[in-house]
């Protein structure tokens, strides 16, 4: 399994000790730690690559995103701050009008980091803003250092979030809470993200890494087809009413009945054994 490789995106395929099956977590990273990883053309262009790659890859069974950590600088140069993303590459945005940009933001990245039907986890250490605090609300679970930050600061270059933010935001924090952060651009603390819901994590940087990766392992050794009908049913609670989201827990419930996964979960519980699943 060789993962695409790119200078400003690179995965890792990190191997999950509870299986001995291949079975393995990206560790996805965003590489342009000098412009603190924002987005530009490449990187979102690589980040559609790797979604297209992990979805292909059985051994992938969980996606960890992230932003690499600041170079050592140049003598006499102050070291850049902590980054998840800082946001879309603003240099991009200089005298584009509406075509370029309905281009670019339909069908994008981070819509298909939304989309790909494996767990995701944002793994974020320090400034998550604009179209970075998209990529996170793009993951199914974000798990952030004490330092993080995080913001939506389009407001003050005329703009709103343009990733699906808007809608995400309001889902995540409620509509009232999803406003304030959008109307006033102000940027909140890791504790305070962790307080209205945000992040479902905060840890001390120098155990980031570990406890990610604790999580990431954990979710992958489950039955990946269990963890995608999961997803896909509570994906479903976003868009759909009460009573026809019921309808589809309802079908997809009965439908896991018929999986080799649940006789092997329940006979491996009854027989005090590890379940050894076959993913299907
Ligand atoms: N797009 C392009 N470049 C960016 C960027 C972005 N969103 N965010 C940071 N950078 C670049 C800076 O231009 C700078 O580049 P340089 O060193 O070559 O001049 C480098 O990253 C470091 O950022 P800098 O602003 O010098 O760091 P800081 O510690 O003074 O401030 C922030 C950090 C995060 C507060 C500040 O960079 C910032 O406000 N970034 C933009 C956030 C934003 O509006 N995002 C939403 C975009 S839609």
Request: net charge negative; hydrophobic share 40%; charged share 25%.
């Amino acid at each position: 399994m060789t993962p695409p490789q790119d200078e400003v995106l690179t995965i890792e395929t990190l191997p999950v000790e509870a299986c001995d099956d291949g079975t393995v977590v990206a560790l996805v990273t965003i590489n342009r730690p000098n412009k603190l990883n924002a987005l530009n053309a490449n990187v979102t262009s690589a980040m559609k690559a790797m979604v297209a790659w992990a979805e292909s890859e059985d051994a992938v069974r969980c996606i960890v995103v992230t932003g690499a950590q600041p170079l050592i600088p140049e003598e006499g140069k102050r070291v850049k701050p902590n980054a998840f993303v800082a946001g879309a590459d603003i240099t991009e945005f200089l005298g584009a009008g509406s075509e370029e940009i309905t281009f670019k933001f339909t069908d994008n990245a981070i819509e298909a980091l939304w989309n790909i039907s494996k767990p995701t986890i944002a793994m974020v250490d320090g400034f998550a803003l604009g179209g970075g605090l998209e990529v996170a609300c793009s993951c199914d679970i974000r798990i952030a250092s004490s330092r993080s930050k995080f913001g939506t600061p389009e407001i003050n270059l005329g703009l709103i979030p343009g990733y699906g933010g808007t809608q995400r935001l309001v889902s995540l924090l409620g509509y009232g809470k999803a406003l304030e952060m959008v109307y006033t651009g102000e940027m909140i603390t890791a504790d305070e993200a962790h307080r209205i819901g945000l992040v479902n994590h905060v840890v001390d940087a120098d155990e980031l890494k570990q406890r990610t990766m604790d999580m990431a392992c954990l979710i992958a050794s489950k039955s990946s087809n269990t963890l995608r009908v999961a997803k896909e049913t509570m994906r479903s609670a976003l868009d759909e009413g009460l009573t026809e989201g019921v309808a589809t827990e309802a079908k997809a419930f009965a439908g896991l009945f018929d999986t080799e996964d649940k006789e092997i979960g329940v006979k491996a519980f009854l027989n005090r054994e590890k379940a050894e699943w076959k993913h299907k």
